[in-house]
């Protein structure tokens, strides 16, 4: 990814101030995941795009004791992640490149990450990196928008012969194929749809939680014809977008040194 699109992504996230109350499909996408991490005795942790903390609260309530370093690319956020979960001991808290994390390899039991690959440069070759962090045996456990997120945009657009701006997403099976172990590799597919009053509704929505920058490369519309898609929109009753949410539990082979022994 160019570093001024990388830039502009983090300034988004940054001026997000009421992300807390606005990102509902993103806490819900948290609370799901969180329900995916299998189970490992005090594993040693780090999330990736922590955000203001809906997953790593989560992951907190399960294992209070566990070494979790919470990371974002954007200082707000990890600021307001720290506010959110207080100063604890087990806690660190570190502004990195989830696609470039400072991290030792093989120093990791679980890796986390709720609705933040799907913003990388290139989200399938952060896969082998990942991988290598992880110990034997270890997870990577991850959620991110496929490529059905948000059709009904690209329709919209696509009948004014307009671009949409919409990232292409990777698919289910590109994600599998392109973990190093990809029989150690499980997924799911869900949708969740939200009700937005109109399409201006919709767009500020992806503003007020930072999520509006379209591709990389992209040629924003002019403000005459964007009028016009949204006054369109506005003659329905409403203006209904769907995310389409991958869920992934990718595990590196080996023995996991610190998993739970399922008997117990």
């Known amino acids: 990814m160019a570093v001024a699109h990388k830039k502009e992504i983090i300034r988004a996230f940054g001026q997000a101030d009421h992300y807390q109350d606005h990102a509902h499909v993103q806490r819900q996408v ?9 189970s490992f005795a005090r594993p040693t942790l780090l999330e990736l795009g922590c955000g203001t903390g809906f997953l790593s609260q989560h992951l907190l309530e399960r294992w209070p004791d ?8 954007a200082l707000s956020m990890v600021q307001r992640c ?21 991290i030792a390899p093989g120093s990791m039991d679980l890796i986390v990450a709720s609705m933040v690959m799907q913003w990388f440069g290139d989200p399938l070759g952060s896969l ?7 110990r034997p045996g270890g997870c990577l456990a991850f959620a991110t928008l496929g490529p059905g997120t948000f059709r009904e945009w690209q329709v919209a657009c696509a009948d004014f012969g307009l671009p949409s701006g919409l990232v292409a ?3 289910a099976t590109a994600w599998q194929e392109a973990w190093p172990t990809p029989e150690l590799a499980c997924l799911e597919e869900t949708e969740v749809t939200v009700d937005h009053p109109s399409g201006l509704a919709f767009l500020r929505a992806l503003r007020a939680i930072g999520a509006h920058r379209p591709a990389a490369g992209y040629q924003p519309q002019s403000a005459g014809h964007l009028r016009r898609l949204l006054r369109h929109l506005e003659m329905g009753e409403g203006f209904a977008v769907r995310y389409q949410v991958l869920y992934g539990v990718f595990y590196k082979a080996g023995r996991a040194q610190f998993k739970e022994d399922a008997s117990t």
């Open 30 to 38: 948290a609370h799901h995941l969180a329900s995916m991490v299998p």
């Open 66 to 73: 566990s070494r979790l370093l919470c990371s974002d690319m």
């Open 82 to 102: 720290r506010a959110h979960l207080g100063d604890r001991q087990n806690v660190v808290y570190a502004v990195q490149d989830g696609e470039q994390p400072a």
């Open 128 to 134: 082998a990196s990942l991988h290598d962090l992880l």
């Open 169 to 171: 997403y990777p698919t």
